[in-house]
């Protein structure tokens, strides 16, 4: 890997992981953080024995910075993504993408003419259990999928809410629960079932109604191109964060994703396939190790042009269009077809 420096724009807790990775990939230096916050930023700048910047803009006139991690409130990423691509850095930026699929397009077009690449963090892609089932469905070991159902049921307190008052507001988060928590199940039920072609879904707010304009649960039922039929819940009405549970039934048997440990499941036979847990045996949190994959995959890339291991606009377009899609069909009550 060649030596590259690299900043992060966002001191909030995300940043922490970007920061991790950063520090167990080879050749690669933190040069600068940004944050609006000049005593939080300042503070961790030293810590970390970079330079601080407090606007963004002024860090990426800095000619030593060549990666720049965005992880910043999402109504900020697609002014920051296209002015780090303009200015010819390589860009690792948070999901979403955009608060919308034009938002996407704007990016995409931004990118075609800059010399930077564009990586996205869906790092749930690279859990052990989700690279497992893609295995498997690649080679047919159960035969064709026929249904993929899956079940997210996390806690968001009003604090959540109302200490960062951009989130839960369709202008600045672009939504809710679908574009910030379950969007990376709609990722990965699309990316196992080769896209979806239709869909129908409906959106509601009950326990949260009071602290965010947009939704805290919501359902679809998807019709994916591979011929199987999808089935998806998602909720932040919960008391706890519990593991995703999915399950894919398949024409000889199904695979159960439970307590973050992948099962395949043949008559009576139940067989432990892998686990997300770490190696000391506990339970990897839904930020993980998989942002360390993720982040070494992109910066394998910028070393070996023409690498592709790294999620890119095209591939976050595709759960932001199932989030739109969602919205839509919730407010006219009708299929919506999925297209691209």
């Known amino acids: 890997m060649q030596n590259l420096n690299a900043a992060i724009i966002g001191a909030g807790a995300i940043h922490g992981c970007h920061m991790n990775a950063l ?135 009003e604090a959540y809410y109302t200490e960062s008052p951009w989130r839960g507001r ?51 039922v998807m019709l994916f191109n591979n011929g199987a039929r999808g089935l998806f819940y998602a909720s932040n009405c919960n008391t706890v964060d519990s593991p995703l549970l999915l399950e894919i039934q398949c024409e000889k048997g199904l695979y159960q994703l439970t307590d973050n440990t992948l099962w395949r499941v043949t008559g009576e036979e139940r067989v432990k396939l892998v686990s997300d847990a770490s190696p000391e045996g506990k339970t990897k949190s839904y930020w993980g190790r998989g942002h360390y994959q993720a982040i070494r995959h992109f910066y394998d890339a910028i070393s070996h042009p023409g690498q592709t291991e790294f999620t890119d606009i095209h591939e976050a377009k595709k759960s932001l269009a199932l989030v739109e899609a969602i919205y839509r069909s919730s407010q006219i009550r009708q299929w919506i077809t999925i297209n691209g």
Not at 39 to 59: H, K, P, V, W
Not at 98 to 127: F, K, S
């Open 170 to 220: 369709f202008a600045h988060e672009g939504g809710s629960l679908l574009i910030n928590q379950a969007i990376h199940t709609l990722d990965l039920m699309q990316w196992f079932a080769d896209g979806v072609s239709r869909l129908k879904g409906v959106v509601d707010s009950s326990v949260l109604a009071e602290v965010t304009e947009a939704e805290d649960s919501a359902m679809a």
């Open 23 to 157: 520090k167990q990939l080879p050749g690669v230096t933190l040069k600068a953080l940004v944050d609006i916050n000049s005593n939080i930023g300042s503070t961790l700048a030293e810590t970390y024995g970079c330079r601080f910047y407090q606007d963004y803009r002024e860090m990426l006139l800095d000619n030593e910075i060549d990666v720049v991690h965005i992880c910043t409130p999402h109504f900020e990423h697609k002014t920051m993504v296209i002015a780090a691509l303009a200015a010819g850095k390589h860009v690792f930026c948070e999901k979403p993408v955009g608060l919308t699929g034009h938002e996407a397009a704007e990016i995409a077009e931004a990118l075609r003419c800059a010399p930077g690449l564009l990586g996205v963090c869906y790092q749930n892609r690279l859990n052990p259990t989700s690279l497992r089932i893609r295995e498997e469905l690649a080679h047919g070991t159960l035969g064709n999928m026929l249904s993929l159902k899956a079940v997210l049921t996390w806690a968001r307190s």
